[in-house]
């Protein structure tokens, strides 16, 4: 008990001077030489610098750019066209950065080869989309920042594709992320959507730590050159839902550690994994109608008391290595007849079973029409359709009436 209280001890302090040195990155950040700035009067500085702008309003690149770009102006669109900005991945250096600005776009960039391609700090309201961030350490990198939306990009080869940290509100959508150590990154951030990205081949998916109230929907997380990695991690992270992703062949497909708890998994796709799930020191949280299927270790729980089951009839998962029969039903599993949930349970450890567990497909809840209900509408829409008719017809005879004398 004492080693692990030391191991959980070094790896709380190992993530605390992640963070720290983090921050001091943001405090700390030496300009390069070249560094272009979009003024917050609109002025280009210096003015000979491969970008330009008619209105004050959209600024775009006219060749490729080898510089920093600070934009410190707001209400803006910032287009790179296609043109490369191009770095040497030098610590602390940036592509363009945002501080204090609210307001701006970001499209058509191509930035290769910086520490953070993108980096937000204390800025609101700016949309980051259909960019192309290659080779970069990170590749958008949002610091105390709110309301950001971040779609339809292209992020390969760094340390992190996304990293979110102390910030809120905001939307990560729709981008491909591959080949990075880490995929999406959230740490002490708050109310953001992460939906319908594509993450392939990254050793981490998506992770979060203490973080809160946020929703993983849609994400397909798979690594078919890799394994040894993380689908969905979340560390003393609380009250997030995980639905409907896919998390395929790695090492973990979903891992809840250290406090995590109040988190609900709903409706996910976890296969070919070395652990389908694996909870260590996590509880209170509600798994149920995922997939776990062929991988190799469904579910591992240490120390931990969690629901695997949505109660009866509604079921709990499917399990492709589920060996149970389905001849009963019932709140007890006791009565006649079968209803597609295994008549005993799928036991994890002496503390956790799911006691419903669904068989062969997991359906979804489907509206079903109360035939007799129907009946009555369609009546009533009849009735409402003859009677509308004949207040026109009495109507039409009136008027005729009145006309004549």
Excluded: C
């Excluded at 980051?128 to 950001?148: A, C, M, Q, Y």
């Excluded at 890799?226 to 973990?252: P, Q, V």
Aim: glycine content about 8%.
């Amino acid at each position: 008990m004492k080693m692990l209280a030391r191991t959980v001890s070094a790896t709380l302090l190992a993530l605390l001077l992640f963070d720290l040195w983090m921050l001091s990155l943001n405090i700390f950040t030496v300009r390069a030489v070249g560094t272009i700035f979009i003024r917050s009067d609109g002025t280009i500085d210096p003015a000979t610098a491969s970008i330009s702008s008619i209105d004050g309003i959209t600024y775009t690149f006219t060749n490729s750019v080898s510089d920093e770009i600070v934009v410190e102006k707001s209400n803006i669109i910032v287009d790179g066209a296609g043109f490369p900005l191009q770095g040497t991945r030098t610590l602390n250096s940036t592509g363009l950065l945002l501080a204090g600005v609210s307001n701006v776009l970001i499209r058509g960039m191509n930035i290769i080869g910086f520490f953070s391609a993108v980096k937000l700090e204390w800025s609101s309201d700016i949309e980051i989309i259909g960019n192309s961030l290659t080779n970069n350490d990170f590749g958008v990198w949002l610091h105390e920042s709110t309301r950001i939306t971040i779609s339809a990009n292209n992020i390969q080869g760094g340390w992190a594709g996304i990293n979110l940290a102390w910030s809120r509100n905001s939307g990560v959508q729709d981008n491909k992320i591959t080949d990075n150590e880490h995929g999406i990154l959230l740490h002490w951030s708050l109310n953001n959507d992460v939906s319908e990205n594509s993450l392939e081949d990254n050793e981490v998916g998506i992770s979060l730590a203490w973080s809160a109230n946020n929703n993983l929907e849609g994400n397909n997380m798979t690594n078919a050159a890799k394994r040894g990695s993380y689908g969905i991690r979340l560390h003393s992270s609380a009250r997030n839902t995980i639905i409907a992703n896919l998390m395929a062949n790695s090492l973990h497909g979903v891992k809840l550690i250290y406090e995590s708890t109040e988190n609900s998994l709903v409706s996910n796709n976890v296969t070919n994994n070395f652990y389908g799930i694996y909870v260590s020191y996590a509880s209170n949280n509600t798994i149920h109608h995922n997939s776990f299927v062929g991988n190799t270790n469904q579910a591992k729980s240490y120390k931990s008391v969690n629901t695997w089951d949505d109660g009866y009839p509604s079921g709990g998962n499917y399990w492709s290595d589920y060996r149970g029969v389905d001849e009963k039903s019932g709140l007890g599993q006791d009565q006649l007849g079968s209803d597609e949930i295994g008549d005993t349970p799928y036991i994890i450890d002496e503390n956790n079973r799911d006691r419903y567990p669904i068989i062969g497909e997991i359906h979804q809840p489907t509206f079903i029409v109360d035939m007799h209900l129907l009946y009555v509408i369609l009546a009533m829409a009849v009735v409402g359709s003859i009677g509308s008719a004949f207040f026109l017809i009495r109507r039409r005879k009136k008027t005729k009436v009145s006309r004549g004398s």
